[in-house]
């Protein structure tokens, strides 16, 4: 009985520092990406992908949208999807450095050496994708997925006049993520639902083996 103990014992410790060396990996790996260029096209794919794996993880996805006439149809493009067991996380990322002017308004504001540059208020860009992932739960009868709009400046140096909801920056995005994966709204088996929902209907502009 003895030897059976030393041996759980040892098994655990084994299981703990392998536990603790794959977190300290993923630790080395995000900041890693975080210190290379921020300009990769997939750079919140690849930051994420460190600590959540790519099975949940969604790039150059697009929807069919419009009406019924195959005339009006047109596809939408997410830059990225995220999903676990706090939800579907609708992502975009915006470059640049500098102070961001964040307002209710169809036009941002960066604020970068004394200039000003306009650019479409991300989270509306956003919504076109989100209102099309509605419409289709609807249609496959998965009901009460929770989506998130996120929004992920990538530049180093960026600040913002004012909070809100989903408005991240590169080094956030995976803390961020990590506490709303604490949230159980969806089970497992939903999960895959979803997954396999999207990967039935979106479609995929890119092959996946063109990412490291």
């Known amino acids: 009985m003895?030897?059976?103990?030393?041996?759980?014992?040892?098994?655990i410790v084994l299981a703990l520092i392998a536990f603790f060396s794959y977190k300290l990996y993923c630790s080395f790996a995000a900041?890693?990406?975080?210190?290379?260029?921020?300009?990769?096209?997939?750079?919140?794919?690849?930051?994420?992908?460190t600590r959540f794996g790519s099975r949940y993880l969604l790039p150059d996805i697009s929807l069919l949208g419009g009406g019924r006439d195959s005339t009006a149809r047109y596809y939408v493009k997410s830059e990225l999807l995220y999903l676990n067991s706090g939800g579907l996380f609708v992502i975009r990322s915006v470059p640049g450095n500098g102070l961001v002017d964040v307002t209710q308004n169809?036009?941002?504001?960066?604020?970068?050496?004394?200039?000003?540059?306009?650019?479409?208020?991300?989270?509306?860009?956003?919504?076109?994708?989100?209102?099309?992932?509605?419409?289709?739960?609807?249609?496959?009868?998965?009901?009460?997925?929770?989506?998130?709009n996120i929004v992920v400046f990538t530049g180093n140096r960026v600040k913002f006049n004012q909070r809100q909801n989903g408005l991240l920056t590169a080094n956030g995005l995976i803390p961020y993520m990590?506490?709303?994966?604490?949230?159980?709204?969806?089970?497992?088996?939903?999960?895959?639902?979803?997954?396999?929902t999207l990967k039935e209907h979106g479609k995929f502009l890119e092959k996946q083996s063109g990412r490291a």
């Not at 941002?108 to 076109?128: G, K, L, M």
């Open 2 to 11: 003895k030897i059976v103990f030393i041996v759980l014992a040892i098994v």
């Open 31 to 49: 900041d890693s990406i975080l210190k290379g260029s921020r300009k990769n096209k997939h750079f919140l794919y690849l930051l994420l992908k």
């Open 178 to 196: 990590c506490d709303m994966k604490k949230n159980h709204f969806l089970s497992l088996p939903e999960q895959e639902r979803i997954l396999k």
């Open 106 to 148: 169809d036009t941002w504001y960066r604020i970068c050496n004394d200039r000003s540059f306009p650019f479409t208020n991300p989270f509306e860009q956003n919504e076109v994708f989100i209102r099309l992932l509605k419409s289709l739960f609807r249609y496959a009868n998965i009901p009460n997925v929770p989506i998130y």
